[in-house]
């Protein structure tokens, strides 16, 4: 299945100003599939807002928000970010919550 605008985020919680959005990564466009424990993005076209930022995240397993367009935003953890050379990004995400 296709899906469109998937947009991984983080919130900063402020103690005196309002929280803030922080946009890790969008995937434009990908083939979605399910896995045991969560999704799998094949072919991505992801575009990242701050270059390598995603990539801490995956490294470190730190949690952050996925938002399908559309729905309600869910907490994952991306456990796997790989590039082929005859294709754009695939993603394995293991969602929490």
Not at 81 to 91: G, H, V
């Amino acid at each position: 299945m296709q899906i469109k605008n998937i947009l991984f985020y983080i919130i900063n919680q402020n103690q005196f100003l309002p929280n803030v959005k922080k946009e890790i990564a969008t995937i434009e466009i990908s083939n979605v599939y399910e896995a045991s424990d969560g999704l799998e993005f094949r072919d991505c076209r992801l575009t990242e807002h701050i270059t390598g930022e995603l990539d801490k995240y995956v490294q470190n397993g730190k949690e952050l928000f996925m938002k399908i367009d559309g729905e309600a935003a869910k907490t994952v953890v991306i456990k796997r970010k790989w590039q082929e050379a005859w294709s754009d990004y695939n993603i394995n995400v293991k969602v929490i919550k």
